[in-house]
């Protein structure tokens, strides 16, 4: 027993000279070794809160609660051939049946216009609105622009409508959340999530289109529906997704709200849309066609040529110039700029950056109606012959068919987009000017007064056709 109690007095003493050792020496040493308080590092509390933002999942029920009620199921009974039968054909009849298209629609006001796709009410014999409360109106169609899918119709309620305020799509930033507000099936309203993947998107390869593309889930019956930020401002029309399948893998793509607001306004104004143009030919500037014109490479639209007449030209615009930004707008592609200006209408001033010699310029452009550059002759749409064109086939006169509707001339001459129409009546055609002169000369009756025409065909082989 004593032996037993000795050895627990050795180790409590031998541990309270350890205490003591460490006490004594160690802890005063770490003192000496501490930064002083004045330049110890710490996190900012700005810092802080951010990480601490980040760890919270975002919050989207006020951007829903203001936007479910705004979206709408649209449908669409429109009137289609029929499959032909044997008696049918012996009768003469044209069998018909009435086929049924849905989609969505954002209310804008309150008095009740709603924006959808084009491509939703295409066609329509009757169109009828659903709200998310279930009630159902027969829609107006007030007007439609099919180059960017928008479409506006008209509801009348009793009551002031539940609407979605606009947002501002050009302010929208790659990975900002945002949530897709549609009304398939008549369901009522459906609320998916995701972030904005990218901007100014283009599905067509011609640089036509500048689409909002997101990851948010839509699906066949979302078209028109509202894209909205966390805010619950609309920034974008859905219109259409990637997919081999026909159901969302992961890609859909939205007009931007700044897009058709203009074109609402545009509709409810003057009826129809008011395109303005800035009057240059280009493309995306890459380092592929840098190094072939010998430049460095840098972000921005290269100027292939500038239009003859147009507010380009008119404010010193030149071939080589390279298009930085559009008054705050930085223009990294063509989708870019064509999405920008499709914002703007006729007579609109833009601030157009470029860069030239190395040196950046600014200029003030006034957007032209894109009528001054062409006109229509004989169901065919014909503009100034291109620089380019003019040095392909070495013709320094002649009008391009932009697009035609002729088919008597395809039919039987072949003259369609892209034909070059150098003379008429043994005039010589030098530029759209002349053609507006032959039109009023020849007045209504021009059809009958046209009795030869010259013509350079897509092969560069010149012809002429005698009209009898």
């Known amino acids: 027993m004593k032996k037993i109690l000795s050895l627990v007095l050795v180790?409590?003493?031998?541990?309270?000279?350890?205490?003591?050792?460490?006490?004594?020496?160690?802890?005063?040493?770490?003192?000496?070794?501490?930064?002083?308080?004045?330049?110890?590092?710490?996190?900012?509390?700005?810092?802080?809160?951010?990480?601490?933002?980040?760890?919270?999942?975002?919050?989207?029920?006020?951007?829903?609660?203001?936007?479910?009620?705004?979206?709408?199921?649209?449908?669409?009974?429109?009137?289609?051939?029929?499959?032909?039968?044997?008696?049918?054909?012996?009768?003469?009849?044209?069998?018909?049946?009435?086929?049924?298209?849905?989609?969505?629609?954002?209310?804008?006001?309150?008095?009740?216009?709603?924006?959808?796709?084009?491509?939703?009410?295409?066609?329509?014999?009757?169109?009828?609105?659903?709200?998310?409360?279930?009630?159902?109106?027969?829609?107006?169609?007030?007007?439609?622009?099919?180059?960017?899918?928008?479409?506006?119709?008209?509801?009348?309620?009793?009551?002031?409508?539940?609407?979605?305020?606009?947002?501002?799509?050009?302010?929208?930033?790659?990975?900002?959340?945002?949530?897709?507000?549609?009304?398939?099936?008549?369901?009522?309203?459906?609320?998916?999530?995701?972030?904005?993947?990218?901007?100014?998107?283009?599905?067509?390869?011609?640089?036509?289109?500048?689409?909002?593309?997101?990851?948010?889930?839509?699906?066949?019956?979302?078209?028109?529906?509202?894209?909205?930020?966390?805010?619950?401002?609309?920034?974008?029309?859905?219109?259409?997704?990637?997919?081999?399948?026909?159901?969302?893998?992961?890609?859909?793509?939205?007009?931007?709200?700044?897009?058709?607001?203009k074109v609402v306004e545009d509709i409810m104004e003057y009826g129809n849309v008011q395109n303005g143009v800035l009057g240059i030919k280009g493309g995306t500037f890459s380092s592929e066609a840098a190094e072939e014109i010998g430049v460095d490479y840098t972000k921005g639209v290269y100027v292939a040529e500038v239009i003859k007449n147009s507010g380009a030209e008119k404010a010193g615009l030149l071939k080589g110039d390279i298009i930085k930004r559009l008054d705050n707008i930085e223009i990294s592609k063509f989708e870019d700029l064509s999405g920008y200006i499709k914002t703007k209408r006729p007579n609109d001033k833009v601030n157009v950056e470029i860069l030239r010699d190395g040196k950046l310029k600014e200029f003030r452009v006034m957007l032209t109606n894109p009528e001054v550059f062409s006109v229509n002759f004989m169901s065919m749409e014909l503009q100034d012959l291109p620089n380019s064109l003019k040095d392909k086939f070495n013709i320094d006169y002649g009008v391009m068919v932009k697009s035609s509707q002729n088919k008597w001339l395809y039919s039987n001459l072949g003259i369609t987009d892209g034909y070059i129409i150098t003379g008429i009546n043994d005039i010589k055609i030098e530029s759209i000017e002349d053609i507006s002169t032959l039109k009023q000369s020849y007045g209504d009756d021009i059809l009958d007064k046209i009795k030869k025409m010259e013509y350079i065909n897509l092969r560069g082989e010149r012809k002429e056709v005698i009209f009898r």
């Open 11 to 261: 180790s409590a003493l031998g541990g309270i000279m350890a205490i003591g050792a460490y006490k004594l020496f160690l802890e005063n040493d770490n003192k000496v070794m501490v930064t002083p308080t004045e330049t110890t590092a710490f996190l900012p509390t700005n810092n802080l809160s951010g990480i601490n933002n980040i760890l919270e999942a975002p919050d989207f029920t006020i951007a829903a609660e203001n936007t479910v009620h705004a979206v709408v199921h649209v449908k669409n009974v429109s009137i289609s051939s029929g499959q032909m039968t044997f008696e049918d054909l012996f009768f003469g009849r044209s069998p018909q049946r009435a086929q049924l298209g849905t989609g969505s629609g954002v209310i804008i006001n309150a008095d009740g216009y709603i924006i959808t796709n084009n491509h939703v009410i295409n066609n329509a014999h009757k169109l009828s609105v659903t709200l998310n409360n279930n009630e159902t109106y027969d829609a107006e169609i007030i007007g439609t622009d099919p180059k960017t899918d928008i479409a506006l119709l008209k509801i009348d309620a009793e009551e002031d409508l539940p609407y979605v305020t606009f947002g501002d799509s050009d302010n929208a930033k790659v990975g900002e959340w945002v949530l897709a507000v549609g009304n398939p099936f008549n369901l009522t309203s459906t609320v998916t999530a995701g972030i904005i993947s990218a901007k100014s998107r283009d599905l067509t390869g011609r640089s036509a289109q500048s689409f909002i593309q997101t990851d948010a889930a839509v699906n066949p019956g979302n078209s028109g529906g509202a894209l909205v930020n966390t805010n619950g401002e609309l920034i974008g029309i859905n219109t259409a997704i990637t997919s081999q399948t026909g159901s969302y893998i992961g890609y859909s793509f939205a007009v931007p709200s700044n897009i058709a607001r």
